[in-house]
């Protein structure tokens, strides 16, 4: 069985601060995983995967993410928030059959200014 | 831009009415779902197919009646829903389906449904 957590289910940085949402898997396979954002009213866009070919990631607008195996770890960030960051995240794992996503429960962001 | 396209982006339904969802993706892939989310939730997976045939059901009522006429189209029909089904209804597809997932699975914008 696999599964992520997230750690933090709001989360609030000031316009320019640095972002960092937290994922943790399980996994009794070596994992792909994903983090995808969801803007309000909107559906789930792909900012970056996982694959095993490198363990830092880089994704779109900016975000970037490390996988740590000692850790099981995958946490998200972005070294300077932007106003137009606001939004829902979730950190997903794949695998084990049927290429069915597991999600966390999701990580809301709020940039102040 | 998401190349995975849905109608309707808003649906209004009473709990009598016969209605469909319709997905449709231009990337050539093979596999396409049917995700359900709920205000505030997770996207839940409800249907998988691969090459136009049904994979997975996630015990699904039979309210919700997937159909997937070629590889480039999916559709949901929708009868006698209930007040509790109201919902963002995501389509999904990737290149196709394997054992260990390694496929992107990219989403569409979602059809919101409201059960009157």
């Known amino acids: 069985a696999q599964s992520v957590t997230q750690l933090g289910s709001h989360v609030s940085v000031s316009e320019g601060a640095l972002v960092l949402l937290r994922c943790n898997y399980s996994s009794s396979v070596p994992p792909y995983l994903f983090w995808y954002v969801q803007y309000p009213n909107q559906g789930l866009q792909l900012l970056l995967k996982?694959?095993?070919?490198?363990?830092l990631v880089k994704g779109i607008n900016g975000f970037e993410a490390e996988f740590k195996k000692s850790e099981t770890s995958f946490h998200l960030t972005k070294p300077s928030a932007h106003m137009s960051d606001a939004a829902e995240y979730f950190c997903?794992?794949?695998?084990?059959?049927?290429?069915?996503?597991?999600f966390g429960t999701g990580t809301q962001l709020k940039v102040e200014l | 831009d998401t190349e995975v396209t849905q109608t309707p982006k808003h649906l209004v339904m009473g709990m009598t009415n016969k209605k469909s969802l319709k997905c449709e993706q231009h990337?050539?892939?093979?596999?396409m779902y049917w995700y359900k989310q709920k205000a505030k939730k997770p996207p839940e997976l409800m249907f998988v197919?691969?090459?136009?045939?049904?994979?997975i059901n996630e015990s699904v009522p039979s309210r919700f009646s997937p159909e997937c006429p070629n590889s480039s189209l999916l559709n949901l029909h929708l009868h006698a829903l209930q007040p509790e089904d109201s919902a963002l209804y995501l389509c999904?597809?990737?290149?196709?389906?394997?054992?260990?997932?390694?496929?992107?699975?990219?989403f569409g914008e979602g059809s919101w449904l409201t059960v009157v």
């Open positions: 999904a597809s990737s290149q196709e389906v394997t054992r260990d997932g390694r496929n992107t699975i990219y």
């Open positions: 197919y691969s090459y136009e045939k049904l994979s």
């Open positions: 997903a794992v794949s695998g084990g059959g049927g290429n069915k996503l597991t």
């Open positions: 990337m050539g892939h093979r596999a």
């Open positions: 996982y694959t095993s070919a490198a363990t």
